[in-house]
């Protein structure tokens, strides 16, 4: 069983950067491929990204590629979402996930936290 819980949310005026940190308990966080979501109000929850469980391999989605990056500490057991040159568009509840595979569907992800708001102002 693992527990993750999202931290470092919150307001930040378009152009800005944000990094989210995600904490991993319970389980063997390096079994774990991390994946990054948001969800945006009356919008599907949307994939951004993940990188595999030993951080060798990352992938985005063509909206964030170049602004977000993902990175991971196994021995923090904590994987992070740096956001730069964040838009309006951005706002959303920001959501990490763990995956047994290297996945971009949702339902290939077994454990969710709870989600951390980030506001992004004009």
């Known amino acids: 069983q693992v527990q993750l819980a999202e931290s470092g949310g919150g307001l930040v005026q378009a152009g800005g950067s944000l990094t989210l940190s995600c904490a991993a308990s319970g389980g063997t966080f390096s079994n774990y491929a991390m994946g990054w979501f948001r969800q945006a109000p009356g919008k599907e929850r949307e994939f951004l990204g993940h990188?595999?469980?030993?951080?060798?391999?990352?992938y985005y989605v063509d909206s964030v590629k170049g602004r977000f990056t993902i990175s991971r500490d196994n021995v923090k057991s904590t994987v992070y979402l740096q956001m730069n040159s964040l838009k309006p568009e951005d706002t959303a509840v920001y959501y990490c996930?763990?995956?047994?595979?290297?996945?971009?569907?949702?339902?290939?992800?077994?454990?969710w936290g709870q989600g951390t708001q980030v506001t992004v102002s004009s």
């Open positions: 990188i595999s469980s030993g951080g060798g391999s990352t």
């Open positions: 996930a763990a995956s047994r595979g290297f996945t971009r569907y949702r339902g290939g992800y077994d454990y």
